[in-house]
Nanobody, 116 residues
Framework: QVQLVESGGGLAQPGESLRLSCTTS????????MSWYRQAPGEQRDLVAT???????NYADSVKGRFTISRDSSKSTVWLQMNSLKPEDTAVYYC??????????WGKGTLVTVSS
């Protein structure tokens, strides 16, 4: 059974940092591209950052220079380090795993709220 479990969300003030984790099981982690998406209330789910199986990363323009995605295959885990948080970063953050062959899985999400 495939599981993606996000953690690390919570309440932060503007300018603060949070680190999200997504721990996976049931997949051959090293073969999957891993992404973080976010969905604000009333909005569509948007891509935040991706780290490919070869460690190449991509970021949405809105988070470039503030967020860093990383992964560790020995731990089957992907992280999203979020610095200099802004109120507009408030959203539910979801982890996605997608394989070369198109199999894809989602976590249930973790809520990040940025407010003073």
């Amino acid at each position: 059974q495939v599981q993606l479990v996000e953690s690390g969300g919570g309440l932060a003030q503007p300018g603060e940092s949070l680190r999200l984790s997504c721990t996976t099981s049931g997949i051959t982690f090293r073969l999957y591209d891993m992404s973080w998406y976010r969905q604000a209330p009333g909005e569509q789910r948007d891509l935040v950052a991706t780290i490919a199986s070869n460690d190449i990363t991509n970021y949405a323009d809105s988070v470039k220079g503030r967020f860093t995605i990383s992964r560790d295959s020995s731990k089957s885990t992907v992280w999203l380090q979020m610095n200099s948080l802004k109120p507009e970063d408030t959203a539910v953050y979801y982890c996605q795993a997608i394989s070369l062959y198109g199999a894809h899985y989602w976590g249930k999400g973790t809520l990040v709220t940025v407010s003073s």
